[in-house]
C-alpha cells in the first residue's frame, strides 16, 4: 500500500498525486472529458479526494502508463464509492 496526496483530479476515475503519479481507479469506467455525465463523476471525485491524502494498492499499468489501483481514503473504498455514484447518475 502507498500512502499519497491527491493533487489534481483529472476525469471520474482518475487523479493525479503531488508526486506526478497518474492513478486511475481499478474497475471505474466513468464517462470520458466532453461525454454526458463526466463533469459529475469528476466533481464528485474531487469532492472526495482534492488536497486529501489517500491510500492505494496498484493493480496494474494500464497502456498509457498510468497506475491502475485500488483507492482508500481512510476505510471508504473510493472506487466503489465511484462505481455507485455513476450507476445512479446514468440511470
Do not use: H, Q
Not at 2 to 21: C, H, L, P, Q, R
Not at 27 to 54: C, F, I, Q, W
Not at 57 to 64: G, I, L, Q, S
Amino acid at each position: 500500500m502507498v500512502t499519497a496526496y491527491v493533487s489534481e483530479v483529472i476525469d471520474g476515475d482518475t487523479f493525479k498525486t503531488s508526486k506526478g503519479n497518474i492513478i486511475r481507479l481499478s474497475g471505474v469506467n466513468a464517462s470520458e472529458r466532453g461525454t454526458p455525465y463526466s463533469k459529475m463523476a469528476a466533481d464528485k471525485l474531487s469532492s472526495l479526494l482534492l488536497r486529501k491524502t489517500v491510500v492505494y494498492k496498484e493493480r496494474a499499468r494500464d497502456n498509457y502508463g498510468r497506475i491502475v489501483a485500488d483507492v482508500y481514503l481512510n476505510s471508504l473504498y473510493i472506487n466503489k464509492v465511484m462505481n455507485d455514484y455513476i450507476v445512479s447518475i446514468t440511470k
